[in-house]
């Protein structure tokens, strides 16, 4: 199999093995897990081609999808897209193995399994994607899935809360990113990343609206300031979604963008003047709310901000040196952040708690999980021989050459970070402290082997620096860094950057000892106003103006509704019609007997207003319909006269049927000016729409109807060109049109029926009906 094929591959079959796992969830139960790990075998086999990097051409595979339209599901694999890919399948598959361990008895596994590997394709075919469109199709699709994910457990408020949170944000970036994605390919001349003209997009007026909305998108995935508010409500998904979305997958959906569209707009000051910054400030801010949170998922989901504006800085740097060393990072940060959510997973898991102060001692009853915790906490926090010792110290040379003020902001964040990753080793010093009734003991196999895989890996990156090199050598063609010389070892002499550790640890230590004042200081520096409190004033007034404008408008009586509509209709048809002025085209001469028709038509629509009597107001609207029919014969449409006799007699039916319940003409009194009011909107509604017709006469492209006319009977066997239109060339389009049907005729028949249920024999009082427990858990 080609390279090309297995990236396909990759992509789609966790797609398929969703589906799979969706039907053998009652079956499997907790089982389902090892064969959604399988879905991940193809993203785990990319290591072979991976390992051919970077003297190896990038594989790409096209299927064309729209191609009329220029559109292909084109996926690459270039070295960074591979190692990406690797990543998710590494921490897709621990993920769904800890799954089989950690959920209870009474989850549900084939919806719980099916929505992961949803979004573990989602996320591979964004980062093998090379097709724009399809690109953001699936940057979309991680949206809806972490939706899903992040509210599992529905029936807890901040489980819905933490989704509904997570969605938003993500849709602003979404919107972003679809005009950013179009933009660029007006500016560049294709719909593929790699076919795009660099220097034309450049040289384009709308390289810098691009190149804002893709940060904007960028940063609301990624939890950048201030759209960071989602990711620590998010964390009250299960740990498995917690450790696979947040350490590797979805939070670097962003990092990815600025990644590798970083190519296009870094030679743009404003490219690395907004994200330099901003990446710094998420350093800072993330890893100061980190350290005074006491629930030790918090404090994960605090830390992963904090890390994700570490990479941000870096690949923003826009050099060689910074893709280097971010991309390093990115590996460090998805082994030791994961491990951690693992074991935060497992205390949770064997003492029901993760606050901070209900825990102690641990070190004695979990050996295990604290040797794992005690690896990845000291890589986060940047001490040798760890794996994060050698990134941060590559973080430090790359600040250093930006100035004093960058260092500076840099160290201050990593004391932060050194601070809080040994806050979170508290739990396993000091005397044994647990909730009541909990005995900690250590945890089974399928819960610490993940942990401990990643924690080793950690361990293994700082030891044997040159494996971890190598992986991230393989991204330095696609990214553009093989002219970077640096390289991946624990001791580069005494230099600044050493220095600056040094320093690290000394404020970190500083920070630790103090910890009851920087908790005090912390209190009083609180800001009343934060994103949260802005996000919910938002929504709140979002709401309200929504609740007040409903009731302003659909509690008004239908006439007035009416008015409202056809008022919006005059206006759209005007506005139409003042930006293409070219109205009058020529549409031919209409047969004479569109005379009377138009004559009846008329007749029927004054008729109605003349009325006295509500029975008099439905037949002469009948006229109007029958009207219409007639045009239909007169213009050689009797398929479409059929359906119009057929649906106009059924409107008469349906009025004569509620003829009682309709209001009486006295009831609705008009005033003069009402009456005037009402011939003016008819009039501006009826007229616009009739210029709006005219205007659109003038095709935009050629017609197609006489394709369809020479070919109908050829290709399709019949003579009546509407019919073999409907089933052969709209094959589908009709099938959707007559499913849509069938569910309409289903929802009827549940209402009708849903009246009789419980009803007695004799026609007494209906019997209560128990309620089953989803229906008293939704009261």
């Known amino acids: 199999?080609?390279?090309?094929?297995?990236?396909?591959?990759?992509?789609?079959?966790?797609?398929?093995?969703?589906?799979?796992?969706?039907?053998?969830?009652?079956?499997?139960?907790?089982?389902?897990?090892?064969?959604?790990?399988?879905?991940?075998?193809?993203?785990?086999?990319?290591?072979?081609?991976?390992?051919?990097?970077?003297?190896?051409?990038?594989?790409?595979?096209?299927?064309?999808?729209?191609?009329?339209?220029?559109?292909?599901?084109?996926?690459?694999?270039?070295?960074?897209?591979?190692?990406?890919?690797?990543?998710?399948?590494?921490?897709?598959?621990?993920?769904?193995?800890?799954?089989?361990?950690?959920?209870?008895?009474?989850?549900?596994?084939?919806?719980?399994?099916?929505?992961?590997?949803?979004?573990?394709?989602?996320?591979?075919?964004?980062?093998?994607?090379?097709?724009?469109?399809?690109?953001?199709?699936?940057?979309?699709?991680?949206?809806?899935?972490?939706?899903?994910?992040?509210?599992?457990?529905?029936?807890?408020?901040?489980?819905?809360?933490?989704?509904?949170?997570?969605?938003?944000?993500?849709?602003?970036?979404?919107?972003?990113?679809?005009?950013?994605?179009?933009?660029?390919?007006?500016?560049?001349?294709?719909?593929?990343?790699?076919?795009?003209?660099?220097?034309?997009?450049?040289?384009?007026?709308?390289?810098?609206?691009?190149?804002?909305?893709?940060?904007?998108?960028?940063?609301?995935?990624?939890?950048?300031?201030?759209?960071?508010?989602?990711?620590?409500?998010?964390?009250?998904?299960?740990?498995?979604?917690?450790?696979?979305?947040?350490?590797?997958?979805?939070?670097?959906?962003?990092?990815?963008?600025?990644?590798?569209?970083?190519?296009?707009?870094?030679?743009?000051?404003?490219?690395?003047?907004?994200?330099?910054?901003?990446?710094?400030?998420?350093?800072?801010?993330?890893?100061?709310?980190?350290?005074?949170?006491?629930?030790?998922?918090?404090?994960?989901?605090?830390?992963?901000?904090?890390?994700?504006?570490?990479?941000?800085?870096?690949?923003?740097?826009?050099?060689?040196?910074?893709?280097?060393?971010?991309?390093?990072?990115?590996?460090?940060?998805?082994?030791?952040?994961?491990?951690?959510?693992?074991?935060?997973?497992?205390?949770?898991?064997?003492?029901?708690?993760?606050?901070?102060?209900?825990?102690?001692?641990?070190?004695?009853?979990?050996?295990?999980?604290?040797?794992?915790?005690?690896?990845?906490?000291?890589?986060?926090?940047?001490?040798?021989?760890?794996?994060?010792?050698?990134?941060?110290?590559?973080?430090?040379?790359?600040?250093?050459?930006?100035?004093?003020?960058?260092?500076?902001?840099?160290?201050?964040?990593?004391?932060?970070?050194?601070?809080?990753?040994?806050?979170?080793?508290?739990?396993?010093?000091?005397?044994?402290?647990?909730?009541?009734?909990?005995?900690?003991?250590?945890?089974?196999?399928?819960?610490?082997?993940p942990a401990g895989l990643l924690a080793l890996t950690a361990l293994a990156f700082g030891l044997l620096p040159g494996s971890a090199e190598a992986l991230t050598r393989t991204a330095q063609n696609a990214l553009n860094f093989a002219t970077h010389r640096g390289h991946l070892k624990l001791w580069h002499g005494v230099t600044p950057a050493l220095l600056a550790t040094l320093l690290t640890w000394g404020l970190g230590a500083v920070l630790i000892g103090q910890a009851a004042q920087v908790g005090v200081l912390g209190r009083r520096l609180t800001p009343r106003v934060n994103a949260n409190t802005v996000y919910y004033a938002l929504t709140e007034g979002v709401n309200v103006l929504s609740s007040r404008l409903i009731a302003r408008t659909q509690g008004l009586a239908l006439p007035d509704q009416l008015r409202i509509m056809l008022g919006a209709a005059a206006l759209i048809a005007g506005y139409a019609v003042w930006r293409a002025p070219q109205v009058f085209h020529p549409v031919g001469t209409p047969p004479l007997a569109l005379l009377p028709v138009a004559a009846l038509l008329v007749a029927g629509a004054v008729g109605v207003l003349l009325a006295r009597s509500r029975l008099t107001a439905v037949v002469v609207t009948g006229l109007t319909g029958f009207g219409s029919a007639a045009a239909f014969l007169a213009l050689r449409a009797p398929d479409l006269a059929l359906t119009q006799l057929l649906v106009e007699a059924v409107t008469v039916i349906l009025f004569l049927l509620v003829f009682r319940s309709l209001p009486r003409s006295r009831d609705l009194p008009r005033t003069r000016w009402r009456y005037a009011l009402d011939l003016l909107l008819a009039a501006s509604a009826g007229l616009g729409a009739t210029l709006l017709v005219l205007a659109g006469v003038r095709f935009l492209a050629p017609p197609i109807s006489p394709y369809y006319l020479a070919n109908s009977y050829r290709l399709g066997g019949g003579r009546n060109v509407v019919n073999v239109l409907l089933v052969d060339f709209r094959g589908f389009d009709t099938l959707g049109e007559i499913t849509v049907v069938g569910m309409v005729a289903l929802a009827v028949l549940g209402l009708v029926r849903l009246g009789k249920k419980g009803r007695a024999p004799g026609g007494g009082a209906p019997t209560p009906v128990p309620a089953t427990p989803g229906e008293k858990e939704e009261a």
């Open 1 to 449: 199999m080609s390279v090309g094929r297995a990236v396909t591959l990759a992509v789609f079959l966790p797609f398929l093995f969703a589906a799979l796992c969706a039907w053998l969830g009652t079956r499997l139960e907790r089982r389902t897990g090892y064969v959604a790990a399988l879905a991940f075998v193809p993203a785990l086999l990319l290591a072979l081609p991976l390992s051919g990097m970077p003297g190896a051409s990038p594989a790409l595979e096209v299927t064309r999808w729209v191609p009329t339209l220029g559109l292909a599901l084109a996926f690459r694999g270039d070295g960074f897209s591979l190692l990406f890919a690797v990543l998710i399948g590494v921490i897709g598959t621990l993920a769904s193995l800890y799954a089989v361990a950690y959920l209870s008895e009474r989850e549900r596994f084939g919806r719980f399994y099916a929505y992961l590997l949803l979004f573990g394709g989602s996320m591979l075919g964004l980062v093998l994607s090379d097709n724009l469109v399809v690109l953001f199709g699936f940057w979309e699709m991680t949206s809806v899935t972490s939706f899903l994910l992040i509210g599992l457990w529905h029936t807890r408020s901040a489980a819905r809360d933490g989704a509904v949170k997570a969605f938003l944000v993500s849709a602003l970036g979404g919107l972003a990113l679809l005009a950013a994605v179009a933009l660029l390919g007006i500016a560049g001349g294709s719909t593929t990343l790699s076919g795009l003209d660099v220097e034309a997009l450049r040289a384009s007026p709308l390289f810098t609206p691009a190149l804002l909305l893709t940060l904007l998108a960028a940063f609301t995935k990624s939890a950048q300031l201030p759209f960071h508010l989602w990711l620590p409500t998010a964390m009250e998904a299960p740990t498995p979604v917690s450790a696979f979305l947040h350490s590797a997958t979805m939070v670097k959906a962003g990092v990815v963008l600025v990644a590798k569209f970083g190519l296009l707009f870094g030679s743009s000051p404003l490219w690395g003047g907004i994200i330099v910054p901003v990446g710094l400030a998420t350093l800072v801010w993330g890893a100061w709310i980190a350290l005074r949170q006491t629930d030790l998922k918090a404090l994960l989901a605090y830390s992963t901000v904090s890390q994700l504006g570490l990479l941000m800085s870096l690949y923003g740097l826009a050099d060689a040196e910074g893709r280097f060393t971010a991309t390093a990072h990115l590996l460090n940060h998805a082994a030791f952040k994961a491990a951690l959510f693992f074991v935060v997973g497992i205390i949770d898991h064997e003492t029901g708690t993760r606050e901070v102060p209900r825990l102690g001692g641990l070190r004695k009853a979990m050996p295990l999980t604290f040797a794992a915790a005690l690896l990845a906490s000291l890589s986060m926090a940047g001490v040798p021989p760890l794996g994060g010792f050698i990134s941060k110290e590559l973080f430090y040379e790359a600040m250093l050459h930006r100035g004093p003020v960058f260092i500076a902001v840099a160290v201050l964040g990593s004391a932060l970070t050194f601070a809080y990753s040994f806050r979170l080793l508290r739990v396993f010093w000091g005397p044994p402290r647990h909730p009541p009734g909990a005995e900690p003991h250590e945890a089974p196999p399928g819960l610490l082997v």
